[in-house]
């Protein structure tokens, strides 16, 4: 029974890595190019320490598809569009990234309480437009409830097209601003004394993470949106401290795993596209955390290195006082011991 399992399992498995179901195909490139542009921009966003700016974003979204539905329905239309379900989305967002900077700046409040208020409230709206379609006489919000947690496997090729193209153009923006990005999150003064508006560089960088979040909605949902934007770059952070090195390998890291789970989604029936992907981008962290360039074992081998160093030099420092204090001559080991307990 266990063997029949394990080769219909490898059955899909090759089945979906040769793409020989469309669906497959369109799936794999979509979270694929999500997964890069994940990746790219959320370096930036690690390194300028808002986090949990996109968690804020993703859960504010849901008011926007709750409002688009309702004015698509209103004028006529099936209310399912998701090129405007995802404009919906992304002015919500916006509108959340523009409340949180009003609160942040006319209050003595932190980053974390207006985060906090954000997400709540935004949600909580959401989750009430929600009711009132489904009490709408014309509106029927089945299918609605998928943005909360993904549903990549209904993907269709409209909807990876129009993935691939906002991916491709948030990755030529961050190309065309790597130095002012870089800058903002290193050193914003020094981008100041430049002549660089950090607002509107501030601005640009979360309208970008309000993108990706928007697109992240339709295949991991606004609940895990954040993994895929904050994961693949804290592992990036791993392995190097180069801005160029860690942009890549976050990308390559978000694009591997969106990749890898989705091929492992297709081969296990009724497996959540969505969730996988963010389990593999877990994998590779606790890997990366374990074997990284900064990682655990890294870390402890060069701790011992430097312990060993220092013992060397204390044991070269005692046989050296013992020769002063006796001369010439074997130096014994009970000799040291009672200098050195180690």
């Not at 906090?116 to 609605?144: D, E, K, R, W, Y």
């Not at 994998?283 to 160093?309: A, D, E, I």
């Amino acid at each position: 029974m266990l063997a029949a399992t394990q080769a219909g399992w490898w059955e899909n498995f090759e089945r979906a890595l040769l793409l020989r179901d469309s669906n497959t195909l369109w799936v794999v490139l979509g979270v694929l190019a999500l997964g890069i542009a994940s990746g790219t921009v959320g370096a930036f966003l690690v390194l300028r320490r808002r986090a949990l700016t996109a968690d804020a974003i993703s859960h504010a979204t849901l008011p926007g598809i709750a409002v688009a539905f309702i004015l698509m329905i209103g004028i006529g239309l099936t209310g399912k569009s998701l090129s405007g379900l995802l404009l919906g989305a992304y002015i919500a967002g916006m509108l959340a990234m523009v409340v949180m900077v009003l609160i942040r700046r006319t209050t003595r409040l932190q980053d974390d309480a207006a985060i906090g208020i954000v997400l709540s409230v935004f949600f909580g709206l959401g989750i009430c437009l929600l009711s009132f379609i489904q009490q709408m006489p014309t509106g029927n919000a089945a299918g609605l409830e998928t943005f909360i947690f993904g549903k990549a496997a209904t993907m269709l090729s409209a909807d990876a097209q129009l993935i691939g193209v906002t991916s491709l153009v948030v990755i030529i923006i961050v190309a065309l601003f790597f130095k002012e990005l870089g800058a903002l999150c290193f050193d914003e003064s020094w981008a100041a004394a430049r002549g660089w508006s950090v607002t509107a560089l501030d601005f640009l960088l979360t309208g970008l993470v309000a993108m990706v979040t928007v697109l992240a909605i339709q295949s991991v949902g606004m609940v895990l949106a954040i993994a895929l934007l904050i994961i693949p770059a804290s592992t990036a952070l791993l392995w190097s401290r180069r801005l160029v090195v860690v942009v890549v390998v976050s990308a390559a890291g978000g694009g591997f795993s969106a990749w890898l789970g989705a091929m492992v989604s297709a081969s296990i029936p009724r497996m959540p596209t969505g969730p996988v992907i963010v389990l593999v981008c877990a994998v590779l962290f606790f890997l990366s955390l374990l074997v990284g360039r900064t990682g655990v074992l890294q870390r402890w081998l060069s701790r011992r290195t430097l312990s060993r160093r220092v013992d060397r030099q204390h044991l070269l420092r005692a046989c050296w006082e013992v020769h002063e204090q006796r001369g010439d001559g074997p130096i014994g080991f009970d000799v040291l011991l009672a200098r050195r307990s180690w």
